[in-house]
């Protein structure tokens, strides 16, 4: 009695399943994008391909909307869908964390195209790309500081390149904040180094690091400290004038700094 109560309770739960396994793909067919076999039904227009491979990527379908990206750029060369679709494959690689891969796309976008109306875009994606593969911080690992700083120093260089190239470029604003962010942390990076040598009393070579900063990243909030920094190596050093020279900028460009009182002290021991 109990097991023909089960069965009747069970077999409209697995008549719907079995109806859901034939309907689905053939839902998933009624787009025209996928036969039953999973083939990529293309349509007969490079806009409609473009916008099925769109429509595909915001749904994060990757390799089904790279192939109508594909398929637009090989089958229709000289339509405008063509450059789109390039620009969209960029997209992807972007959308799926694939930085490197996509900064190089996005540059070979601006190379092939440099006067398709996004290109703009295309250039600053490229560089927002090589700042999103710079270090991190993250659990358990070691402080993005302490890393190698390369894919961040490219950001940097692509972000002065795009600003210098692109004034009024809309994304101009968003730059000027990235580059900002990069060269902050490109001079934290700096003092890190310096600290190294710092702490073991190696005077020149903590100079050197503390000079390349101030050369490099003025104004950045790490400056006064390595300025000040700078100042002690150098009289440690015997360099008297060029320690008095890095305590006179510090005074001069940060004369509400903390660090000022302890600078004209040091600058008074030196004369």
């Not at 109560?5 to 787009?31: E, G, H, Q, V, Y």
């Not at 000289?78 to 679709?85: G, P």
């Not at 992807?92 to 490197?100: A, C, D, H, I, T």
Request: charged share 30%; net charge positive; hydrophobic share 40%.
């Amino acid at each position: 009695m109990h097991g023909q109560r089960f069965w009747a309770m069970f077999r409209p739960l697995m008549r719907t399943r079995i109806l859901l396994a034939f309907l689905l793909p053939m839902l998933a067919c009624a787009s025209g994008r996928v036969s039953f076999t999973g083939e990529i039904r293309y349509a007969k227009t490079p806009e409609e391909n473009y916008e099925a491979g769109v429509d595909e990527l915001k749904h994060e379908n990757w390799v089904e909307a790279g192939k109508f990206f594909e398929h637009v750029r090989t089958k229709y060369p000289f339509s405008k869908y063509a450059a789109l679709a390039e620009l969209k494959q960029s997209d992807s690689k972007f959308l799926q964390g694939r930085y490197p891969e996509a900064a190089d796309a996005y540059a070979a976008f601006v190379t092939a195209h440099p006067t398709h109306e996004e290109v703009d875009y295309a250039a600053f994606r490229a560089a927002l790309s090589r700042y999103n593969d710079a270090p991190t911080d993250f659990l358990l690992f070691p402080p993005a500081i302490e890393k190698d700083q390369k894919a961040l120093r490219a950001a940097a260089d692509q972000l002065k390149a795009f600003l210098k190239e692109r004034p009024n470029a809309k994304q101009v604003p968003e730059a000027k904040k990235l580059l900002a962010e990069a060269t902050g942390k490109l001079a934290g990076h700096e003092l890190y180094v310096a600290e190294f040598y710092w702490k073991r009393e190696r005077w020149a070579g903590a100079a050197m690091r503390y000079e390349g900063l101030v050369r490099d990243f003025p104004g950045t909030e790490q400056e006064p400290e390595a300025l000040l920094r700078l100042g002690y190596a150098y009289s440690h050093l015997d360099e008297k004038f060029r320690a008095q020279q890095a305590l006179q900028k510090l005074i001069a460009r940060y004369p509400q700094d903390k660090r000022r009182y302890e600078a004209e002290k040091l600058l008074g021991q030196l004369r």
